[in-house]
Every structure is written in structure tokens, then in C-alpha cells.
């Protein structure tokens, strides 16, 4: 399996523009989590889904983000419209409905905003 | 008021040392993880806890739910083990520690 794919790797765009970040899932993985890591406030969780449910939006900052998972396949975040405070990396992960012995979370490369 | 310490902060060993982490948590949690960040930026998950110790190589990680506590330890330390450590914790929500960062140097 190639892993967890996440699309852009890196996004500059200007503020009050939309920003869609992508991610494809492990196939057969059950949950899938939207993190994003700042130098600041560090590793931060924003949202997860099981089987396309969206579970937990607690972590999103306000309305300008917005997260789907039309399918099993493919998940966005959206920010709309951006401000420079959003510049960070943003993660995708996923993981199985059932444990296995060592690493649940399986996670993308990142995508990596600057909002100028 | 963080709801996930890590300590050190910071550690630098040699090369072949012991090394321990620790993370302390003050919420109620179903599980804990550990998460290695290499400087690449790559975030790797080693383990995932709810009980007990877990091994995967030279990596050990345990947890004690009493005492709201977990350790992860490296033995025979390389210097292809230097990287950040997180440790994150999972109640009702993602608790994450600030990271320790390990630099283990030949």
C-alpha cells in the first residue's frame, strides 16, 4: 500500500483565498484523523471520522475550516477564507478499527500552508 | 495548564545509552500514544496503550493507569533515534505533550 496520501505538499496562497487540503486514507482503515502542528501550540487534532462520520470536530479553530469525507477513499479540509494564522503543517492519519500490537496511527507526509 | 507533560524536554545522549521519556497525564484517557517526528517532519506512531508494556525492537513502552503515567525507552541507543518523541493522549478528546526532543550523538 503506498500509505496515506496527502495533496498539496506545500500550498502559498494569499490571505482571504480558499485553501482545500487533500487526503487518501490506508484502504480498509476505518478512521481518519485532521491534525495540524504549529511551533507554537505544537500537534493539535482537529477532526476525526469513522467510516466517513465525522466523530469529534472539537480541535476545528472556527468556521473558516470545514472538513467531508464523501467516501472511504478521500477526505478535504477546507479554509475559507484564510488568514496568516493558519500557516502550519497539516497531517492526515489513519488507522484500523481494531489495534494491532505496535503503531495505530498511520500518518501522510504533511502539507505544509503559508498564508501570506 | 497542560493536560499532557513530557519530560525532558530536551535530551541528548551517546550513542548505546539507555534512554527514557516520560509523559504524565491528568485526564481520564482510553489510550496513549507515542508518536516519533524525525527533523524531515514525518510523523511516525511507535505505539498505542491502554495497558501494560508494549516492545517493538530496541523501543519499550509502558503505562501505569494509576498513576497516570507512561514511559518510553530506547535501549542501545543510535543516532537514527534522534528525533522528536510525542506523546498523546486519547479521552474524550487528543491530549498532546510538547515533545521531547533526542539527540544521540555517535
Known amino acids: 500500500d503506498a500509505g496515506v496520501i496527502q495533496s498539496p505538499r506545500h500550498e502559498v496562497t494569499e490571505m482571504g483565498q480558499e485553501v482545500t487540503l487533500r487526503c487518501k486514507p490506508i484502504?480498509?482503515?476505518?478512521?481518519l484523523f485532521w491534525y495540524r502542528q504549529t511551533m507554537m501550540r505544537g500537534l493539535e487534532l482537529l477532526i476525526y471520522?469513522?467510516?466517513?462520520?465525522?466523530?469529534?470536530d472539537s480541535g476545528m479553530p472556527e468556521d473558516r475550516f470545514s472538513a467531508k469525507m464523501p467516501n472511504a477513499s478521500f477526505s478535504t479540509l477546507k479554509i475559507q477564507p484564510s488568514e496568516p494564522r493558519d500557516s502550519a503543517v497539516y497531517f492526515c492519519?489513519?488507522?484500523?478499527?481494531?489495534?494491532?500490537?505496535?503503531?495505530?496511527?498511520?500518518f501522510g507526509e504533511g502539507s505544509r500552508l503559508t498564508v501570506l | 495548564k497542560n493536560e499532557v507533560e513530557q519530560s525532558p524536554q530536551n535530551l541528548t545522549a551517546q550513542e548505546g545509552e539507555f534512554i527514557t521519556i516520560n509523559c504524565s497525564y491528568s485526564?481520564?484517557?482510553?489510550?496513549l500514544h507515542w508518536l516519533q517526528q524525525h527533523p524531515g517532519g514525518g510523523i511516525v506512531s511507535l505505539f498505542m496503550?491502554?495497558?501494560g508494556k508494549k516492545k517493538h525492537g530496541r523501543l519499550i513502552a509502558t503505562i501505569n493507569i494509576q498513576e497516570k503515567h507512561s514511559s518510553l525507552h530506547i535501549t542501545a541507543s543510535h543516532p537514527r533515534d534522534s528525533a522528536v518523541y510525542i506523546c498523546?493522549?486519547?479521552?474524550?478528546?487528543?491530549?498532546f505533550g510538547t515533545g521531547t526532543s533526542l539527540t544521540v550523538i555517535p
Open positions: 492519519a489513519s488507522r484500523p478499527a481494531y489495534s494491532t500490537n505496535t503503531g495505530e496511527l498511520f
Open positions: 484502504s480498509g482503515h476505518d478512521y
Open positions: 471520522f469513522n467510516n466517513n462520520v465525522p466523530i469529534d
Open positions: 485526564v481520564g484517557i482510553s489510550a
Open positions: 496503550l491502554s495497558s
Open positions: 498523546a493522549a486519547y479521552g474524550n478528546q487528543f491530549y
